[in-house]
């Protein structure tokens, strides 16, 4: 499936040079998964080719037969530029994302993809209940930059976003896509039933950054290189963090 969605990686005519320098390519880096059910193991591989970022994220359980596939995202951003009052400036559009989730043992299926032409997001749902079933389309709201959630560390270092956040007091702003939806609201509480959150961003610290959305906030921290370190989302009691770090926490 990922072979698939890398064959879509063309390239886009772009003005300005996004940050996809900073992006970098690997097979699947694992990190240890926390959230109010249990530990997991998350696998993110990163694929970067030309103005297009493609990613796979799978969340693994372990157990004493091996590891169970819980659930897997694909996902496909367009980075390139849109005309403003002050010039071209970095655009990262979706084009589309495949989640699947196993829940309670039965399989859901969607996919996200952008119809430039209506500006419209087509979404696709295949699963075992009546209301998530068949296609409906969600009018895409004006914006920028549009960060898959799946994607955020890739979107926000690629968009140019990390350094706007980092001048004294600014907050940059971005949509926040749910590319799980509409499963998001069984992952996670308190979200609306849309696929896009008005989200922003703020500096914590040198490497730590606030996003600001619904109601809620994640802390994301990077490496003095810009590459993704761990992610803290506390009202919903999820973390991801290098295994080690974890193992670290247990011992305590």
């Known amino acids: 499936m990922m072979k698939l969605l890398l064959l879509l990686l063309v390239t886009s005519c772009a ?78 559009r979706p084009e589309l994302s495949q989640h699947t989730v196993w829940l309670e043992g039965k399989q859901y299926f969607s996919q996200l993809k952008l119809i430039p032409s209506r500006k419209v997001l087509e979404v696709i749902m295949q699963s075992p209940e009546e ?34 956040a980092k001048k004294r007091g600014s907050r940059a702003r971005f949509i926040l896509i749910w590319d799980s939806f509409p499963y998001h609201q069984e992952h996670f509480s308190g979200l609306k039933a849309s696929p896009f959150s008005t989200a922003s961003l703020g500096q914590e610290s040198a490497t730590s950054y606030l996003i600001e959305f619904n109601g809620q906030s994640i802390s994301i921290h990077f490496s003095k290189d810009a590459i993704f370190a761990r992610l803290l989302w506390t009202s919903q009691g999820i973390s991801i963090l290098p295994p080690a770090e974890m193992q670290d926490t247990q011992d305590m």
């Open 15 to 92: 003005t300005v040079k996004p940050k996809l320098n900073k992006v970098r390519s690997n097979n699947g880096q694992i990190f240890s998964y926390r959230d109010v059910s249990g530990e997991f193991e998350i696998a993110r591989e990163i694929k970067v080719n030309k103005q297009k970022i493609a990613t796979r994220t799978r969340i693994f359980s372990p157990n004493n037969e091996g590891e169970r596939l819980l659930e897997k995202t694909f996902a496909i951003s367009n980075v390139g530029s849109v005309k403003t009052s002050g010039g071209r400036a970095i655009a990262i």
């Open 131 to 164: 209301k998530w079933q068949g296609k409906k389309e969600y009018k895409v709201p004006k914006g920028q930059i549009f960060c898959f959630y799946s994607q955020l560390p890739e979107c926000l270092v690629a968009s140019g976003l990390l350094e706007k």
